[in-house]
């Protein structure tokens, strides 16, 4: 298994500057694997608590065996906003890890987000 720090030496060199957090959990106990400065107050905040549990209730795992054996297990889910990028990566139904970003990390999917969104809504 990867050391904590490795694993954020590992996401710094993908996602450079614009890694926010990195969060792990396990039930209902979490705790920082990384926070950036900027970030720190978020810390223990209504919105992470508000945030950790959308994800805990959200897991999205398929229930068909069929749309599993099509698509495959689930490895991640990208929640796409117009200030942050959260990206969950579930272990099993209780423990996961939840890497927060700056969207410019996800510049192309940002981009593609914003142009479909323009054209089926005219925004």
């Known amino acids: 298994m ?12 993908h996602a450079g500057d ?8 396990d039930g209902d106990d979490h705790r920082d694997l ?5 970030v720190a107050e978020l810390h223990g905040s209504d919105l992470e608590a508000e945030l950790l549990a959308d994800i805990r209730t959200d897991q999205g795992r398929r229930e068909s065996p069929a749309a599993t054996a099509r ?3 689930l490895t991640a889910t990208v929640r ?3 200030k942050r990028v959260i ?3 579930p272990r099993d139904d209780a ?7 700056d969207t410019v990390a996800a510049g192309r999917l940002a981009t593609f987000v914003e142009d479909i969104r323009g054209d089926i809504y005219d925004e």
Not at 2 to 13: C, G, K, M, N, Q
Not at 34 to 38: E, G, K, P, S, V
Not at 95 to 101: A, D, I, K, N, R
């Open 18 to 25: 614009a890694l926010q957090a990195v969060i792990i959990y």
């Open 71 to 73: 698509e495959g297990e």
């Open 80 to 82: 796409l906003f117009k």
């Open 95 to 101: 423990s996961g890890t939840v890497v927060l970003l």
């Open 2 to 13: 990867t050391t904590p720090d490795a694993l954020v030496a590992h996401l710094r060199s």
């Open 87 to 89: 990206v969950h990566l």
């Open 34 to 38: 990384y926070r950036r400065d900027d």
